[in-house]
């Protein structure tokens, strides 16, 4: 009779056994269908990431072709000069203030040297 007992008791230790390990094997099995469905949405996060990398390398090569806030540089040429010289000053302006300084400078020394070749032909 004890030896029933001792064996029942292992039957029962075995069965429990059994079924944690059954437990284990169901949470691997829910855990590597995680990771596929994981590994799949990173698939497509990547897709959609290097597509609007695409996109945005598109838009950058088309701003880089109108040098003048998205109006071609020619139509601006041909329409008015003086405005694209306008415009190309102001954008300088808006990237480097201090490039704008030395610009503005500039302008302002063109009319005083046109004063000044022009007192020197009326001393002539």
Do not use: F, N
Request: charged fraction near 40%.
């Amino acid at each position: 009779m004890v030896s029933g007992i001792k064996e029942r008791h292992q039957a029962a230790e075995l069965e429990w056994q059994a079924e944690r390990i059954g437990e284990a094997a169901e949470a691997i099995v829910s855990g590597a269908e995680q990771l596929e469905l994981t590994a799949a949405a990173v698939t497509r996060l990547d897709e959609q990431v290097e597509r609007k990398a695409q996109r945005l390398k598109q838009r950058r090569q088309l701003s880089e072709q109108t040098d003048v806030g998205g109006v071609a540089e020619s139509v601006l040429k041909d329409i008015d000069p003086e405005l694209l010289e306008r415009v190309r000053d102001r954008m300088a302006e808006d990237k480097a203030p201090e490039q704008s300084k030395q610009a503005q400078s500039k302008h302002q020394e063109r009319p005083k040297q046109r004063q000044k070749k022009r007192d020197q032909g009326m001393e002539l």
